[in-house]
């Protein structure tokens, strides 16, 4: 994506769109980072040829998986976070350290793909021997780009290996690059760190984990050899965005105040509030909330619920099966599904993995006596309504836990273009849904490359202005 940001403009248009397809070998299902990182160079290079006075690029990715090296050499490509291997990883480090001690220093939501897991399986297999340093995706291209190792914070903290500053303990219940010409963000620098205790504890090297960097940090500039491949004559900075792609998201949400939640409705769906600082309680690990840093030192209050996912390994499936559908035809065709339907827990650990998802969502419905979905509307229909329902209870959690009063819910990225999935959102909230911009990630990629260049300056309240000036959302009420 290629933005144009200056003070009351916010301009973006693709440039270059690619898959992101896992491979599965003998090993288990990895990334193929390489093909990645060959259409990250072809689209810098298509941007370059837009926009020859180029000054910036950002990347932003999912969080969780990384890549492990030795010197320049990457040891294998990385896991998928789907992958299987992870099993052994949570119960080894649970018995190390308790869910709760886990909580109460990087204050995570439990999910069995989190990186010290992830970590743990890589420790037992031995797979850490000989590796001097640990990646995360975004990181990992970045240093490619620029030969600079690091660790950008927000998607630092996704590792569960980052201890939290002081929290409340108590209470109630794929890269965008910037076509335009530093200012310091307004919000405190974050306190969060690597927790040196924690890695000690989980047996892992402290020495593979590279030096922090903040979002709006410059990085590096290409190098020599990059810019000769791109085509790039002029200096070209890396800045580091929030590269937890959430993070970056999160940025572009046109809220207006602290009534205002949020959804980033992707492959994955992101819940919840922003904080000033982290929710510590046991209620909160129970309700398994996670605390996730934002751009400037914002807490990222949330719980992670399955998304799209449901739909489109559904439509993948469907398609294999000799039968492909159009998405939009069917969720009209779901709309108009009469009488009641079945809503079930979209975050059941068996709809993880690929594989055939409409047999098992059937299954699970059979299994617990509920009415079994038939036909492709129907199905659609039950998954678009659980993830509504899940929504609300999310919603509502996260209102109780953090003592947040919700007034008015944002649907932003993939899932805001699926009006059935934001009327029913609004149904079941019984709250007025915003939904827009689809593509909050790039917009907020490139409005906190603006600002380290200093084209706008400001808050994340001033940022977000400028995104409601140039995006209309669309609005959603009630009616059931």
């Known amino acids: 994506m290629l933005g144009h940001v200056g003070p009351g403009e916010l301009r973006l248009r693709p440039v270059a769109r690619f898959s992101n397809n896992p491979v599965r070998t003998i090993d288990g299902l990895h990334w193929n980072i390489l093909e990645l990182y ?11 040829r837009e926009e020859p006075e180029l000054v910036s690029a950002g990347i932003d990715s999912w969080a969780v998986d990384y890549a492990l090296l030795r010197g320049e050499r990457m040891l294998g490509n990385p896991y998928h976070y ?8 949570v119960e080894a480090t649970h018995a190390l350290v308790s869910p709760a001690d886990l909580y109460a220093g990087n204050g995570l939501q ?16 031995g797979s850490l021997a000989g590796v001097d340093t640990l ?4 990181d990992l291209l970045g240093y490619w780009l620029t030969g600079e190792r690091v660790a950008e914070r927000t998607n630092a903290s996704t590792t569960g290996l980052l201890r939290l500053g002081d929290g409340r303990t108590a209470g109630p219940g794929s890269g965008t690059v910037a076509s335009t010409a530093m200012a310091s963000p307004a919000a405190a620098a974050p306190t969060a760190d690597w927790d040196d205790a924690l890695i000690a504890r989980l047996g892992l090297p402290r020495s593979i984990f590279p030096r922090l960097v903040g979002a709006g940090e410059r990085i590096g500039s290409l190098l020599p050899s990059v810019a000769a491949e791109i085509g790039s004559a002029a200096r070209l900075d890396l800045v580091a965005v929030g590269s937890h792609d959430t993070a970056s998201a999160i940025v572009a949400v046109p809220m207006t105040g602290d009534t205002d939640a949020y959804i980033s409705s992707g492959t994955w769906s992101l819940v919840g509030v922003e904080l000033a600082s982290p929710v510590l309680s046991e209620a909160s690990r129970a309700a398994n909330f996670t605390n996730e840093e934002g ?80 036909p492709p509307d129907e199905l659609v229909r039950s998954i678009v309504e659980s993830l509504a329902a899940a929504y609300a209870e999310t919603l509502q959690a996260a209102s109780e836990l953090s003592g947040t009063t919700i007034r008015t819910v ?27 911009p689809v593509e909050a990630t790039a917009i907020g990629n490139v409005l906190v490359q603006a600002r380290a260049q200093g084209l706008v300056t400001g808050s994340l309240e001033g940022l977000r202005a400028l995104v409601a000036q140039a995006f209309t959302p669309r609005r959603y009420l009630p009616t059931a």
Do not use: K
């Open 295 to 374: 751009v400037d030192g914002r807490v990222r209050y949330l719980r992670n619920v399955m998304g799209l996912w449901l739909l489109s390994e559904s439509l993948r499936t469907w398609q294999a099966q000799g039968t492909t559908f159009e998405l939009q035809s069917l969720l009209a065709q779901a709309a108009q599904v009469a009488g009641p339907v079945t809503v079930f827990d979209v975050d059941d650990p068996r709809f993880l993995a690929p594989g055939d998802l409409p047999e098992r969502i059937r299954a699970y419905c059979a299994e617990r006596g509920l009415p079994v979905p038939g």
């Open 410 to 436: 944002h649907i932003v990225g993939g899932g805001s273009q699926n009006e059935l999935l934001c009327q029913l959102t609004a149904n079941r909230t019984g709250l007025t849904v915003l939904a827009g």
């Open 82 to 89: 789907r992958d299987s291997r992870t099993g052994g990883g």
């Open 110 to 125: 439990f999910l069995p793909f989190n990186t010290l897991y992830q970590l743990a399986a890589d420790r037992l297999a």
């Open 38 to 48: 060959r259409n990250v160079l072809v689209g810098v290079h298509a941007a370059v």
């Open 135 to 138: 990646l995360l995706i975004p």
